[in-house]
T-cell receptor
Framework: EDQVTQSPEALRLQEGESSSLNCSYT??????LFWYRQDPGKGPEFLFT???AGEEKEKERLKATLTKKESFLHITAPKPEDSATYLC????????????FGQGTTLQVKP | GAVVSQHPSRVICKSGTSVKIECRSL??????MFWYRQFPKQSLMLMAT?????????EQGVEKDKFLINHASLTLSTLTVTSAHPEDSSFYIC??????????FGPGTRLTVL
């Protein structure tokens, strides 16, 4: 069964304290892995798509990496405005575009 | 680019009435649109997938007669919650994908059924 597990469930950081969020997945063939950011009461905002092991993508303080079993979202020197829930989703190969979401990691960055 | 809108953002209705939610892709053609619902502090649950001009494909456990989906054009999909009841109260979010696999999400619609 295709499954996505994110850890930790919640993370509190001090401003400037770098850390990583984990997304472990089991899927019968990976078409793509997606990272989204979701603020309370809003829809998810697209961050990155990763397609193959070894791939890395960066945007400002965020960097996403992918292996055959997991993905990491590295946050370097976070700021309070980075506080949000980060969602990981996988798209199985041969699928109709459906995404399987993890439960998310809620990040709080304190000033 | 890749902007998706939803309307309305909030709706309150009485039990037994029907509610229509619109999802539009503003700057790209969406060959596929998806409808999700999200309960507090939970992740997104896919309800159905729709392709322009075709009938929607519903996930297991989602009542197709209760949640009517229409994808009449490459920029518009609608979700109608028929005979809404308090247990249908939730946050409904649509997403759209075009020439790539990436889904772009709308801002969501908060439905409250009294």
């Amino acid at each position: 069964e295709d499954q996505v597990t994110q850890s930790p469930e919640a993370l509190r950081l001090q401003e400037g304290e770098s850390s990583s969020l984990n997304c472990s997945y089991t899927v019968s063939g990976l078409r793509g892995l997606f990272w989204y950011r979701q603020d309370p009461g809003k829809g998810p905002e697209f961050l990155f798509t990763l397609y193959s092991a070894g791939e890395e993508k960066e945007k400002e303080r965020l960097k996403a990496t992918l292996t055959k079993k997991e993905s990491f979202l590295h946050i370097t020197a976070p700021k309070p405005e980075d506080s949000a829930t980060y969602l990981c989703a996988v798209q199985p190969a041969g699928n109709t575009g459906k995404l399987i979401f993890g439960q998310g990691t809620t990040l709080q960055v304190k000033p | 680019g890749a902007v998706v809108s939803q309307h309305p953002s909030r709706v309150i209705c009485k039990s037994g009435t029907s509610v229509k939610i619109e999802c539009r892709s503003l700057d790209f053609q969406a060959t596929t649109m998806f409808w999700y619902r999200q309960f507090p502090k939970q992740s997104l649950m896919l309800m159905a997938t729709s392709n322009e001009g075709s009938k929607a494909t519903y996930e297991q456990g989602v009542e197709k007669d209760k949640f009517l989906i229409n994808h009449a054009s490459l920029t518009l999909s609608t979700l109608t919650v028929t005979s809404a009841h308090p247990e249908d109260s939730s946050f409904y979010i649509c997403s759209a994908s075009g020439s790539t696999d990436t889904q772009y999400f709308g801002p969501g619609t908060r439905l409250t059924v009294l």
